[in-house]
């Protein structure tokens, strides 16, 4: 207990020094400043914690039975990578982490890598994975929204919003080989927040369909562009919703 209470004076002097000498750098704004001197002092916290981070925390993980064909992970990326995480109002960064899409969980392994957890979900506001912005949606504070609650991936955000929800389940099938085989099986599903509501679309026609009010200039520009919507579906409706954007304004 002495070590905790030592090491958490320990961060708030730390904490009113990187702020004072913030405040002297007139170059910086102050809300950066003051952002910056405290993620400074809260790495050097979290480095002293070591296993006793307050992340560290949840269920025990376990992996799957590797007879099951493929993986459960998002990307396909079975190895714990490096990510960020804003959990109970506190952003961790370079944690080790997986998002299991089958259980719709983040799980980050310890830095002694004795174990491994299942993130509490009501505690995730955010987390930044692969390249990659994920929100955690509540949609009992919804009201008629086509949304289930769970981590969605923040495509877009300007006017409208671009959200991809994906998942896995494991299913069943027959092999000739072994008879019944277990695989994961991969599924999306995109909205679009217009005018604050969510709709659901899986191509660029239904997009367009959304946006209808826009439709031929949007045609025009994609054109123009050379968007090519089946070879890279993610970017591709990013770069017509912000120039739907654009028009809009």
Request: with cysteine; glycine share 4%; hydrophobic share 35%.
């Amino acid at each position: 207990m002495n070590k905790y209470i030592y090491l958490f004076s320990t961060v708030l002097l730390l904490c009113a020094f990187f702020c004072q000498n913030a405040f002297a750098q007139a170059a910086l704004s102050d809300s950066s400043s003051q952002q910056n001197a405290l993620n400074n002092a809260v790495s050097l916290y979290n480095t002293s914690l070591g296993n006793q981070v307050p992340i560290y925390t949840g269920p025990e993980y376990y992996f799957y039975d590797p007879h099951i064909k493929g993986n459960a992970y998002f990307n396909e990326v079975n190895g714990f990578t490096k990510g960020s995480v804003y959990y109970d109002g506190i952003a961790y960064n370079n944690i080790a982490m997986l998002y299991d899409l089958n259980l719709d969980q983040v799980v980050v392994l310890l830095p002694s890598h004795i174990s491994k957890f299942s993130l509490l979900k009501e505690r995730v506001k955010t987390f930044d994975f692969l390249g990659n912005h994920f929100i955690n949606i509540n949609a009992d504070t919804m009201v008629n929204t086509p949304l289930s609650s769970g981590y969605y991936n923040q495509l877009y955000k300007g006017k409208c919003e671009i959200l991809g929800k994906y998942s896995k389940s494991i299913q069943t099938t027959t092999s000739t080989l072994s008879g019944l085989e277990n695989y994961f099986d991969y599924s999306k599903i995109y909205y679009l927040k217009k005018n604050n509501v969510y709709q659901s679309f899986s191509s660029k026609g239904s997009l367009l369909d959304i946006l209808k009010d826009k439709k031929k200039e949007l045609k025009k520009y994609i054109k123009t562009n050379n968007i090519v919507y089946k070879d890279n579906p993610e970017e591709a409706m990013v770069k017509i919703t912000a120039w739907y954007d654009h028009l809009s304004n």
